[in-house]
């Protein structure tokens, strides 16, 4: 029978546990205290350390302590630490921090079992059950630009890192469909395609031109603007022709938004503004029972404590917004889809609108005054994307890139490469077409990614697809390394998991092992912090240290083969999950 197997959480959380066991043991007397461990700045000085001493220290003394100042403190943690295999010693610095050094022996063994039980038995545990992230969510009729790709890509490598934490996610695509602008579009449908009811979807072609040549319509038509206000009116009163023919609209910038999607093997759910409007009066009256909107100007608003400008949530027309939309969305996440942790993907340029309703939803108890505290909303705010002359990123053209051909042209720039380098002539036309999509697609995702989210980054076909440096194509080139090395061995590596055994006696096996051993907690820290280039950072130096080992430890042929052949597997798995949380299909031949 198969047995359950345990998800141990990080390394962190392991020696979290042992080091509260020992400040419990050792200071009865001091409530609650949460051990604090960190990773050695110094590898010199040990792995880890528990910096908890100096603060108990500050409490302990005055009050007639046996303590004579915060290295006895520290050691009397070391001497009530509980017997366990993990920790080979430990000893103190400074004034009292415990540096620990991990047990070599244990690092092996849990790197073994990983390579047995599967990766996922390193996720990390998060203290939430249902999160809802809102990311993509381009505009209808508009164009899919390049801050929607971006919020595409971190916000799929965000969901991806929760879903590996055993967390539900709700994948929300809130497209912009609805609007008065939808009037406009309606009647311009009207006008340019009388027969657009037999057809499916007319062949309007590009929208955004549709979009374009309506809107100029609308400001120099005066008959037309009043028949396009009407318009709106009668959507907003469900009128089936004109429900009908909005769909149709939607439909049509849906199919282009999939297009994306598909290249970039991104899964969302679409509900979109719309969804939300018939809730909109009813979450607008839970928040005026509450006293929060007042009158202002004709607009119904909700002052906000510390901004000049209030958010208005009816406008003087009567009509709906954005703000109106979000508050009304927020409270169906709440209420309906009990989510714990709602994060938005936007541009940081929206900064102030999600800061106004975070704050109205405070004000209204929707969501707990403490940010600690769950429910919880999270703003994942990103810089923008620069052109090669440091100003907004576009084509040749001034107008703005597609991003469906930009997907494609990283693509086939890349199997360019590959068919330059000879690998038309090994590969089948398949093979080639997969690893250009892998390969193209990835290095667009990962030059993105790798960046803090929160600066501009620059667009660059060259350097992102660059085999050298820190890019996805040299990443993936070193994993297919790995993998080659396992290969050619001959070795049946099932076989080696279980008859075999992890050794590692040199200290760039023992630093690669222990740095693979750190996954847990990157992935736990990029997840809480929500910042997917820890990932990278981390991968990076995964492959770093596989080269320091691979130059100064002999793998095959030596006597240290099974070993170091089971240490390269480890590698190439957790290489293998890093790619996969930040939407990267591995490679295995190059
Ligand atoms: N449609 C918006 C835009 O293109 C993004 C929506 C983000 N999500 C939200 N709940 N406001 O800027």
Known sequence: METEKEIVGSQKQQLAKLFEESLRAAFPDVSDVQSLIAICNDAKHGDYQCNNAMSLWNKLKGKGTQFKGPQPVGKAIIENLPASEMIEKCSIAGPGFVNIELARQWIANSLQKMLIDGIETWAPKLPVKRTVVDFSSPNIAKEMHVGHLRSTIIGDTLARMLEFSNVEVLRRNHVGDWGTQFGMLIEFLFD????????????????EGFYKASKQRFDSDADFKERAQKAVVSLQGGEEKYRKAWAQICEISRKEF????????????????????????????????????????????IFIEGKKIPLIVVKRDGGFNYASTDLTALWYRLNEEKADWMIYVTDVGQREHFEMFFSAAKRAGWLPSNEKDYPKVSHVGFGLV???????????????????????????????????????????AEELEQTAEAVGYGAVKYADLKNNRSTNYTFNFDQMLSDKGNTAVYLLYAHARICS??????????????????????????????????????????????????VCEYLYNISEDFTRFYTNCQVVGSAEETSRLLLCEATAVVMRKCFHLLGITPVYKI
């Open 258 to 301: 999939q297009k994306v999607y598909e290249r970039l093997g991104v899964h969302l759910e679409e509900k979109g503004e719309s969804f939300y409007n018939p809730y909109i009066p009813k979450a607008l009256e839970l928040l005026n029972e509450k006293g929060l909107i007042e009158e202002s100007e004709g607009a119904r608003v």
């Open 386 to 428: 620069l052109g090669e002359d440091g100003k907004r990123f576009r084509t040749r053209s001034t107008e703005v890139v597609k991003l469906v051909d930009l997907l494609d042209e990283a693509k086939s720039r890349c199997k360019l490469a590959l068919v330059e380098r000879g690998k038309a002539k090994e590969w089948t």
């Open 192 to 207: 340019q395609f009388p027969n657009w009811e037999a057809d499916s979807t007319p062949a309007i072609g590009d929208l």
């Open 485 to 534: 090395i396992i290969r050619k061995s001959g070795r049946d590596i099932q076989d080696l998991k279980k008859s075999g055994a992890i050794d590692l006696a040199h200290p760039d096996e023992r630093m690669l092992g222990l740095h693979l051993l750190q996954f847990a907690e990157i992935v736990e820290e990029a997840c809480t912090n929500l910042l997917p280039n820890l």
